[in-house]
Structure formats: structure tokens, C-alpha cells
């Protein structure tokens, strides 16, 4: 049977903001709330849904929620709506024209693949060649008082979450690594520094290199491959790349430069699936796992996040934890809950979850209507 072309008849293009449980600290600031742009594609009656993993600033990566709408509310939605597409490759070329705003191009075809499979009745993770009903998670905490942060880690493995990621940054480094590992000496223990050192730091990622750490996450610049292939030289540690990798093409100059033994993939920050599968086949070509990240996605990134785990590569605990640990209330209808470390992947079709309207409404700082 081959499919009919999906008509795209409509689009909704929302910004919502949740108010955050606890304010999450990294080092390159503080977030309170998780702001995001919600884009839904229609196709007879059948709705697609993505979010943006944007900041508002350009400060995680360049891109920021302001340059997503611009994009697209005046480009990418007007020339989406009225036409039909074959299959999420169709809806790529629509996309190739534009230079970066992964993070936007990301939005457009991960909502297709939604529509798409559940045009044809089935759930996301069979479309994308998925093997698990249930996928291995771990907690990211951000920066904290020491104390406190080992009480959190304690707090998680006992809930039988697979591994603890500390947020590190300058001054708040290898002091509190000491003191994690020290008090947990058995667990599965990673950093994560969202380039916030250079190699003149040589000293701190040579003690962090002393703690039997899973990986250290994305320590260098932002943008900067080659010197994440000097330090990997220079560390027995595993260098996993975060930011650094936005396309294919970086995985492949970063496995080719021995900058990296694991990479982090965020389907909403590489430009969708597609990009994604070519990233996931890369590593494990060069035998190296990949993993799933996050960025406090509400349920509708975090559903994604779910089905995307369950591809072969995905060989390392995730960051998609349960839902509550993020919000009070989530605008998703089904709960996202991990147990024992176990996240389960939502039945039903497309990503498996639906839209709490009436929440969501409440959440939604603007609503835009294509057509009007
Ligand atoms: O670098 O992985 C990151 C959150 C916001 C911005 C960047 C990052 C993160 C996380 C949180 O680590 C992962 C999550 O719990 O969603
Ligand atoms: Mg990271």
C-alpha cells in the first residue's frame, strides 16, 4: 500500500510558557519558566504537533525564540499550508534553502512526522525503525549548593534513575564532582559544562579526568570542534558533544577529528529526524553510542524525545525524566512518568499524547492562525 500525499490544510503556531517547579541553573544562566513556540500541522481533521527548544536569547546555541516565529509565521508555514507532501523528505526540501535555524527546521518536520504517522495510524516509534516500549533514563541537575546537590542525586538513584548529570561551570567544578562521586561511588556520574571552558582550563578537565565519569559534556566553546579534538587527546574521559553538533556534517568532522566518543543528540536541535538517523548511523559506524537529550520540554518534546530513544544506537541513559519533576501540570493529557528508571513510550498514534486544550489555552501567551 503506498500512502497518499498529506495535505497540509491548516496551521497553529502558539508561544506558551510553564512556570518551571524549580528554577533550573546551567552555566550559562538561570531559567524560571520553559517559554516555547507550539507549532500544529492539519491535515483532514489529523493534527502534527512540535515544540521549539529555542531560548528566548541566543545563549544555549544562536538561535533564539523570536528569530523561530519570524521564520515561521513569514516564510516556512506560508509555504506549507495549501500543498501536499509525500513523506517528511518532501517536507526537508522545503527547509535545505534556509542556512541554520535548526532548531526551526526541526519544528516543521518533526510535527509532519507526527501527522504522518498518525495519518497512517501508527505510533512514531515504528515509522523511525524503533525497538523499545520502554527507554533508559537518567536526571540532569542543574548547579547548586553541594549538599544539596548530592541529596538530589541520592534522591534519584534511589528512584532507580540510571545516571546523574551534574551541571558544572568555573568555580563550581571539581569540588562538587569530588564530593558526588565520593558520596555515590558506584554510580553512573557525567558533567556537563555547556562550554563554558577553554583549553587554558587543562587543570580542571585533568582532575574531572580522575573521577570515573561516564563522559563530560560539550566543555569547549559552542562552535568549536577542533579544540574538543585536542582535550579528547589529552583525557582518558569520554568528550560527548552537545551544542558542537547541529548537523550530520558536524557529527562527521567531529568523529573524523577524534573530537568526541558519544554524542548527545536532541532531534529538536539538529533539524528533525532525518538529520537525527544520519547523526545516530555515523556514531555507530565508529562504534560510539549516542544518547537523548533534553531541554525541559513539555510533553509534546519530551513524546518526541521518547520515540526517538528507542532507535538501536540510542545505547546510553537519556535526560527525558518524568514529566512532574519539570511542571506542576504538563499540556499533554497523558502522563510522562518514568519508573524505576524505565521510561514508558506513549501508545497510540504519532507521538501518543494529546493536547490538554483547555490547559494549554490557559499556558498560551499568543495564537497564531494560518489561514487567519
Ligand atoms: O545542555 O543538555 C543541556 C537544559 C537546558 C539547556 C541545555 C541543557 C539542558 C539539560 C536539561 O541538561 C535536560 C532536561 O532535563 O531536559
Ligand atoms: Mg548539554
Avoid at 23 to 47: Q, V, Y
Avoid at 185 to 200: E, I, Q, W
Avoid at 204 to 230: C, N, R, S, T
Amino acid at each position: 500500500m503506498t500512502a497518499s500525499p498529506l495535505k497540509i490544510d491548516g496551521a497553529e503556531l502558539r508561544l506558551v510558557r510553564l512556570p518551571l517547579l524549580t528554577p533550573f541553573t546551567i552555566a550559562t544562566g538561570t531559567m524560571h519558566e520553559k517559554l516555547f513556540p507550539l507549532l500544529t500541522l492539519r491535515s483532514n481533521g489529523i493534527e502534527g504537533h512540535a515544540e521549539g527548544v529555542m531560548d528566548p536569547l541566543p545563549d544555549y546555541l544562536d538561535e533564539t525564540i523570536a528569530g523561530a516565529m519570524m521564520l515561521l509565521r513569514d516564510v516556512l508555514i506560508p509555504q506549507l499550508v495549501g500543498k501536499s507532501f509525500e513523506n517528511p523528505a518532501a517536507v526537508a526540501q522545503l527547509l535545505v534553502h534556509w542556512r541554520g535555524h535548526y532548531m526551526t527546521k526541526a519544528m516543521v518536520e518533526m510535527a509532519f512526522w507526527d501527522l504522518w504517522a498518525k495519518s497512517l495510524n501508527l505510533p512514531l516509534k515504528t515509522l523511525l525503525g524503533g525497538e523499545r516500549d520502554a527507554i533508559d533514563v537518567g536526571v540532569s541537575l542543574g548547579i547548586g549548593p553541594i549538599e544539596d546537590t548530592i541529596e538530589r542525586a541520592r534522591k534519584h538513584l534511589a528512584l532507580g534513575y540510571k545516571r546523574i548529570k551534574l551541571k558544572i561551570m568555573p568555580g563550581h567544578d571539581v569540588k562538587l564532582v569530588e564530593a558526588v562521586r565520593n558520596a555515590l561511588p558506584d554510580s553512573h556520574l557525567t558533567v556537563d559544562a555547556n562550554s563554558a571552558y577553554t583549553l587554558a582550563d587543562m587543570e580542571v578537565m585533568k582532575a574531572l579526568d580522575g573521577f570515573g565519569l561516564d563522559y563530560i559534556e560539550q566543555p569547549l566553546a559552542w562552535d568549536d570542534i577542533h579544540d574538543h579534538a585536542v582535550l579528547q587527546s589529552r583525557m582518558n574521559t569520554a568528550i560527548c558533544l552537545d551544542e558542537c553538533i547541529r548537523t550530520a556534517e558536524h557529527a562527521r568532522k567531529a568523529l573524523a577529528s577524534g573530537a568526541t566518543r558519544v554524542i548527545n543528540i536532541k532531534v529538536g536541535r539538529v533539524g528533525g529526524y532525518q538529520e537525527t538517523r544520519r547523526i545516530h548511523d555515523l556514531c555507530a559506524a565508529w562504534t560510539f553510542p549516542v544518547w537523548c537529550g533534553g531541554m525541559l520540554e513539555s510533553g509534546i518534546g519530551r513524546a518526541h524525545n521518547i520515540h526517538l530513544s528507542t532507535l538501536a544506537n540510542f545505547r546510553k541513559p537519556g535526560d527525558t525524566s518524568s514529566s512532574s519533576r519539570y511542571f506542576a501540570k504538563d499540556i499533554v493529557n497523558e502522563a510522562l512518568e518514568a519508573t524505576d528508571g524505565r521510561m514508558p513510550v506513549p501508545k497510540g498514534p504519532g507521538i501518543g499524547v494529546t493536547l490538554d486544550r483547555s490547559f494549554l489555552d490557559k499556558v498560551t501567551v499568543a495564537t497564531e492562525r494560518f489561514p487567519a
